[in-house]
């Protein structure tokens, strides 16, 4: 298949992409390269920098390349950047999306799969949180997300596009090539392995006195891998999905302070540890219960233990301690 791929400069659609090419597609990447990393695409995947409002240029290149289906993964994703500035993720994820889908039903592309997030959620009524839980953000990021899964609802029935919002909740670890480096670093592990290999090992978390058992937020974390194989699966049953929506996790949910042992176990490093204040926008607990995807779709998370994640991330670390910088 021909595929778009946007974002995919960035850490989950990078991987995406590679994936992809494995089983033998023809990727486009589009990307404006805000937050990605011309390093972190291959060789084998054609890279065009562009920003998904720019319609004129997505069309273009979607009737060039015979696009056949299309991975959205292009937005910004900075929880709290989104709570200081709710304009930038209504026009990035909103309106740059609806630009994005003017294009798929003008060109009658009709296989999209949408990277959504656990933060439509908001904090959560009850644990595991199954798809049908209410959904009620508490940051404008995940209300960006959740505006346009409402909207591929109705694009899917006025415009015929087959569509796949998958809900990823923690996306983590890496592969031997492709790993995370986001600028600035806001998530955890990442943040937590950059500590491990400084020689004072200090690190700050965000908060304690949640309503958690040691008092720091529960998040579960998935390796982007498995993130990969849950794209590939849905994008191959689009024609019989409509429009589906599915969460992404591994199901099981590690406190911080849980991830700092592990993190330490894994590197043989001490960590010095520093409690800050909370993060605006962050929900106590988010753990998924990914029935559905396995269930309709028989995906499999093969890589999501925490133990091998860290590995796989502390891995790419060592290889590429400066990150893409290298
Ligand atoms: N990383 C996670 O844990 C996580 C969890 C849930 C959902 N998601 C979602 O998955 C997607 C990918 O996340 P990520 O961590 O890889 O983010 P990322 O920031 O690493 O990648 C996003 C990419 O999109 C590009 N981009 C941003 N705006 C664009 C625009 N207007 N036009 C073209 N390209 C643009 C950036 O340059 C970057 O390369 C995002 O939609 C994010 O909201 C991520």
């Known amino acids: 298949m021909n595929i778009l791929v946007t974002g995919a400069a960035g850490y989950v659609g990078s991987v995406c992409a590679a994936e992809l090419v494995k089983q033998g597609n023809r990727v486009v990447a589009y990307d404006n390269m805000s937050a990605g990393h ?9 890279l065009v920098k562009g920003d998904i409002a720019d319609t004129e240029k997505l069309r273009r290149i979607c009737k060039r390349h015979h696009i056949e289906a299309v991975m959205h993964f292009a937005a910004s994703a900075l929880v709290e950047e989104s709570v200081r ?19 798929i039903a003008s060109l009658k592309i009709q296989r999209l799969i949408f990277s959504s997030s656990a933060a439509v959620y908001g904090e959560p009524k009850r644990v595991p ?38 809900r990823y909740f923690n996306a983590a670890g890496a592969t031997p090539e492709l790993g995370e480096d986001h600028r600035p670093e806001t998530h955890l592990l990442p943040r937590l392995l950059a500590a491990a290999s400084r020689p004072e090992g200090r690190v700050e978390i965000y ?9 720091t937020c529960v998040r579960d974390y998935v390796h982007v891998l498995d993130i990969a194989q849950a794209h590939i699966r849905a994008l191959h049953s689009l024609s019989k ?7 992404v996790g591994h199901g099981k949910g590690y406190s911080i302070r849980a991830v700092v042992k592990a993190v330490q176990e894994v590197t043989g490093r001490k960590l010095d540890v520093h409690v800050g204040g909370r993060r605006p926008g962050d929900p106590a607990v988010l753990v998924a219960t990914a029935r559905k995807l396995r269930r309709e779709l028989k995906w499999q998370p093969r890589h999501s233990d925490l133990k091998t994640i860290i590995q796989s991330a502390w891995a790419w670390m060592q290889r590429y301690p400066k990150g893409y910088r290298n």
């Open 85 to 103: 500035n709710p304009h930038l993720f209504y026009e990035n994820n909103v309106s740059g999306t609806i630009a994005l889908l003017e294009v």
């Open 38 to 46: 011309r390093q972190a695409v291959g060789a084998r995947v054609h």
């Open 241 to 247: 999905l409509g429009s589906r929506i599915y969460n």
């Open 207 to 215: 908060g304690d006195d949640y309503p958690t058992p040691d008092g």
């Open 129 to 166: 949180i199954p798809e049908d839980h209410p959904t009620d953000p508490v940051n404008p990021y995940g209300e960006t997300k959740l505006v346009i899964e409402r909207a591929l609802h109705w694009y899917h029935q006025a415009y015929g596009i087959n569509c796949a919002a998958l």
